[in-house]
């Protein structure tokens, strides 16, 4: 197996990298700042989303799979749609058509349950959820969704798959889940009516061990999966769960 690993100086990336390499898989690895992965595998800089078709078709030479962790997260403050558009739409489209006319395997691409439903909305989701993303984010993450399956589909191949991931909790974590640790890591008590919402999370291990299931499970790949821990968290209990785990009081206070 040799896997081309995108985004693998990021949070998931790096993760998935270091598990298929434990795996013996032969790897090259793709980053906008390759000089940050070290010298035990291959590594190449990311082409930009308007880069030339030929820089994604030398990218995935000779490569039998790819995980495509790259993209531009909902944690940018100063990202326009523009800029979620050419990350998540645009450089996923223009890798999937490479990969399709080339790799022999799969192509695990992965997308945020922000795809399918807003960040302030409670509802239980699966796969079969009707997408209906509330922000810029969420939108081009699920037009990049459409533009890699649609690649795969036009080259007549069935073996690409989506793994829509919920927030992923672990060591690096970014995002909301960041704020809260933030936020739980100060002595100030806190009201539980503020902390209202169940969510579902995902640890860091058990994403990269859904990408590694999909990538070498020996059956069809669905074109959407969602991961999630069972079962989902109340907020309330996120916090006090960061607390304990950094030492401090839980000082939640029912109001």
């Known amino acids: 197996m040799k896997v081309l690993v995108t985004g693998a100086t990021g949070f998931i990336g790096r993760l998935v ?21 070290g010298s035990e595998n291959e ?22 799979d790819v995980v495509h962790c790259a993209g531009l997260n909902n944690d940018q ?11 998540n739409v645009e450089l996923s489209a223009r ?7 080339q790799i022999s395997g799969r192509f695990i691409h992965l997308s945020s349950i922000r795809a399918v439903i807003g960040a302030h909305v409670s509802a239980t989701i699966d796969e079969d959820t009707l997408p209906a993303p509330q922000c810029a984010y969420g939108r081009s993450k699920r037009e990049g969704e459409i533009k890699v399956l649609d690649a795969y589909a036009l080259h007549g191949r069935s073996d690409a798959a989506v793994l829509r991931l919920p927030p992923v909790y672990g060591s690096g974590m970014r995002g909301n889940l960041a704020t809260l640790m933030r ?55 996120i916090i006090a769960a960061f607390r304990r785990g950094l030492g401090r009081r839980e000082r939640l206070m029912a109001v």
């Open 183 to 237: 936020l739980a890591d100060t002595p100030l008590p806190l009201p539980t009516g503020a902390l209202t919402g169940i969510r579902s999370l995902m640890s860091s291990e058990a994403a990269v061990r859904a990408v590694s299931h999909l990538l070498s499970h020996s059956g069809p790949l669905r074109p959407i999966y969602v991961g999630a821990d069972v079962p989902p968290v109340a907020v309330e209990a």
């Open 95 to 101: 890798l999937a058509h490479a990969a399709a006319a």
């Open 17 to 37: 990298v270091r598990h298929l390499r434990e795996a013996g898989a032969e790897l090259r690895l793709a980053s906008r700042h390759p000089e940050r992965l």
């Open 43 to 64: 590594t190449v800089p990311m082409p930009g989303f308007d880069a030339p078709a030929a820089a994604f078709l030398e990218l995935t030479r000779h490569m039998t």
């Open 77 to 87: 403050g100063n990202a326009t749609e523009a800029d979620y558009q050419a990350a």
